[in-house]
């Protein structure tokens, strides 16, 4: 009779522990904070360099255009990461307007959308840079400096060029993490934020 009563008492033990850390990884889990529609910003739901790339785009040759979205969960912020990648052929003389195009383009569309802009740096032979604030975002952008790519890469492997023209890789990555609670006056440097 002792060894069931013993028995007993070790089951009883082992599904108290069981349910114990089921009561630890339930409110793990409700700690999280989630990516929903409602917490991602209308800038980035809607924005895409496509108008200005085809603004550019040499209208004889082919392009290769890429979208890669990443999004995860967290205690203290949600994140997500669009990464937008062109591949394009352009005039020779065109690089530095383009670089011009996407960044005025980002910046009238983030004005427009009434965004607090942090900062905006950069040039068209370093690329430029933002940050920015809306509601309970805080994001990063980064576009890169045009890369002079082979034209086999846009237009297929017996493919050239006339001497004004180029084929280039076009790069831009937008950051965005969304807050719980709207933060405060703070300087922020979302590269380095972490979870």
Partial sequence: MKSGKKLGLVILAVCGLLFVFFLVSLANHLSYIYPTPENESSFLKSYSPQDVVQRF???KEGANRGETTEQSAGRKFVR??????SR????SKDWMPLMLAVDGDLFERL???GIEILSHTGDPRGGYHFQYRTGNS?????IDPIKLISVTTVSGPKASLPDDEEAVDLRIT???KWFKSKPGMITVNISTLSD
């Avoid at 997500?80 to 990648?85: A, D, K, P, S």
């Avoid at 805080?138 to 980064?142: D, L, R, V």
């Fill in 57 to 59: 785009q040499w209208k």
């Fill in 80 to 85: 997500r990461e669009n990464i937008f990648e």
């Fill in 88 to 91: 394009f052929v352009i005039e």
């Fill in 111 to 113: 004005s427009q959308q």
């Fill in 138 to 142: 805080f994001g990063e952008i980064a």
């Fill in 174 to 176: 937008i950051e965005e």
